[in-house]
Nanobody, 122 residues
Framework: VQLQASGGGLVQAGGSLAVSCAAS????????MGWFRQAPGKEREFVAA????????YYADSVKGRFTIARNNAKNTVYLQMNSLKPEDTAVYYC????????????????WGQGTLVTVSS
């Protein structure tokens, strides 16, 4: 199983950035997908999740209304659109796959990508 995250970079506060994650080696359409992030010196935290059918989504309070998670099962890809970015959004962003609907804990996810760095400057 491979989850390849991409799209990270440097953006100014208030700006937007989209990251994506391409999956291979698993039945993507049967897995719920999530995004987590980890800032330096902090624990990995939940950001957003989408069900296998893309029918439901769930967001951390800190990103609700600013971030949007989406998926394209035909392309085996999950996306995270990030708007109105803040310096506190700076972190390595990880995608992950789970068989648990709208899972929000690290331990609920079976497979992880390598992460992509998002840096928001003030």
């Amino acid at each position: 199983v491979q989850l390849q995250a991409s799209g990270g970079g440097l953006v100014q506060a208030g700006g937007s950035l989209a990251v994506s994650c391409a999956a291979s080696g698993l039945t993507f359409s049967m897995n719920n997908m999530g995004w987590f992030r980890q800032a330096p010196g902090k624990e990995r935290e939940f950001v957003a999740a989408v069900t296998w059918s893309a029918g439901r989504t769930y967001y951390a309070d800190s990103v609700k209304g600013r971030f949007t998670i989406a998926r394209n099962n035909a392309k085996n890809t999950v996306y995270l659109q990030m708007n109105s970015l803040k310096p506190e959004d700076t972190a390595v962003y990880y995608c992950a796959a789970s068989r648990v609907l709208l899972a929000r804990t690290v331990f609920s996810y079976d497979y992880w990508g390598q992460g992509t760095l998002v840096t928001v400057s003030s």
